[in-house]
């Protein structure tokens, strides 16, 4: 498998994973390449089968912090639970820790597989909301556990 950043020729099939994977497609919008995030997909035999990708907020929101924070996921079913969300995840961070000491990522309080794969990446949770950043959980019936990381 080879995680590199991803280019606007890829999106067609990121939204190939996120079709096998019941999710909201991503727009060009969200793989363009920007300075201050990556996007990332992983690879294998030719066929994109993960994407991730990585957010800056330069201003705290609430008690949310600033920062770069962990985005969206998606790792296509048939390759789940094969360490793909993990090297990407890991791949985000080395490129967090080229510009930051300091890294956020939040989700549902009932993902536990997400928060498992980030424990052990030596996240730690800080804080609990029913909103963060604009996003709910359950249409905002669980909470969104915010969880930071330092290099």
């Known amino acids: 498998m080879q ?5 606007m020729d890829d999106l067609g ?12 497609r991503w727009t060009s919008e969200m793989v363009a390449p920007r300075s201050d ?10 066929e994109v089968i ?5 957010h800056l907020h330069p201003n705290p929101e609430g008690n949310a912090p600033a920062g770069h ?5 998606e790792v296509a079913p048939g390759f789940r639970r094969r360490g793909i969300g993990s090297a990407l995840t890991r ?3 080395e490129w967090i820790w080229s510009r930051d000491s300091t890294v956020y990522y939040f989700t549902n309080e009932h ?10 990446l030596n996240f730690r949770p800080i804080a609990r909301f029913s909103e963060i950043r604009g996003v ?14 330092s290099r």
């Open 3 to 7: 995680v590199r950043e991803a280019t």
């Open 13 to 24: 099939h990121v939204n190939a994973v996120c079709d096998a994977s019941g999710r909201t």
């Open 37 to 46: 995030r990556v996007v990332l997909v992983a690879i294998t035999q030719d």
């Open 50 to 54: 993960g994407v991730a990708k990585t």
């Open 69 to 73: 924070y962990l985005g969206g996921v």
């Open 91 to 93: 791949a985000r961070l």
């Open 111 to 120: 993902n536990m597989a997400s928060i498992r794969m980030h424990e052990a």
């Open 136 to 149: 709910t959980a359950d249409d905002g019936q669980s909470e969104l556990i915010l969880f930071e990381a």
